[in-house]
């Protein structure tokens, strides 16, 4: 009896063990487990915050590309507009352009067409003029759109006269047909001197002597020859253009020249050009 007594306290006493040691052992699993767990909430905690942040920084940037998607579609508006301004603004350029070339163009063909006139009226000038004249006391050149035919002061005048010789009206009288048969040109009679002083009762200087010279000649060409007096243009240039130095009494023979320039009309040069640039 004793015997079984002492079995049955030794069963209990380590099945007291047993249990307390399992019990250790939970608990010790148990304050795991809640620490783990305080862990997980801390964690989802701060993910929970972090999510927050990134959902807040995610809609600031949705709404930054949203104000970017507005803007770009208003430059695209803006752009649309400006390539339109830009593009009829190139058509006008080009419009002009064209335009300026079809001016240009007809410049040129005036020119040309003037410049062939003006050469088949120095021919004619050069062929009838030189028959039996020197060729220095006359000279004809073409410069641009004007015929220039320079006489020297021999072949018309003597010496401090504006009074025209009787060997001038053959030549004038040569120069007057070839001028008839232009009626589209104007005629400006030019008086040069040389640098010697003059004064006398009707004269007072050189001024004076280069544009009666001119009237003398002009006053031929209409009265004599019967070139329209609306196209004939008298004018003096006294000394101040000279062809060479008035330093030998050769260059001032030179210089005391007249000058006849048959030269187009402004008013049809321009219709001239009108014409050609509508073509």
């Known amino acids: 009896m004793k015997k079984i007594s002492i079995l049955l306290l030794t069963a209990v006493i380590v099945s007291s063990c047993v249990s307390k040691k399992k019990f250790v052992t939970l608990q010790d699993e148990h304050d795991q487990t809640t620490t783990e767990l305080v862990d997980v909430k801390a964690t989802l905690q701060k993910c929970l915050i972090e999510s927050e942040k990134d959902v807040a920084t995610l809609t600031e940037q949705i709404n930054s590309l949203k104000e970017d998607k507005k803007g770009a579609l208003k430059q ?141 000649i002009t006053r031929i060409l209409q009265y004599k020859f019967g070139v329209k007096p609306g196209r004939l243009i008298a004018a003096g240039r006294s000394q101040y253009v000279p062809l ?17 320039i048959i030269m187009p009309k402004l008013d049809q040069f321009f219709d001239l050009l009108e014409q050609d640039s509508n073509k």
């Open 76 to 216: 695209v508006e803006n752009l649309t507009v400006l390539t339109q301004s830009s593009s009829d603004n190139i058509k006008n350029v080009i419009t002009q352009l064209s335009e300026k070339d079809k001016f240009i163009n007809g410049i040129r063909a005036a020119m040309t067409q003037k410049d062939s006139l003006n050469l088949a009226i120095k021919y004619h000038l050069t062929k009838n003029l030189t028959d039996g004249i020197q060729d220095e006391d006359i000279q004809v050149n073409v410069e641009k759109t004007v015929v220039f035919i320079s006489i020297s002061d021999k072949l018309l005048f003597k010496s401090g006269s504006y009074n025209v010789t009787d060997k001038a009206y053959t030549v004038l009288e040569k120069i007057s047909k070839v001028i008839k048969d232009q009626p589209e040109m104007e005629v400006m009679i030019e008086g040069h001197t040389d640098s010697t002083p003059i004064k006398r009762k009707v004269i007072q200087d050189n001024w004076d002597l280069s544009a009666l010279r001119a009237t003398s």
């Open 244 to 260: 060479v130095d008035n330093n030998t009494a050769a260059n001032k023979a030179i210089n005391r020249r007249t000058k006849i």
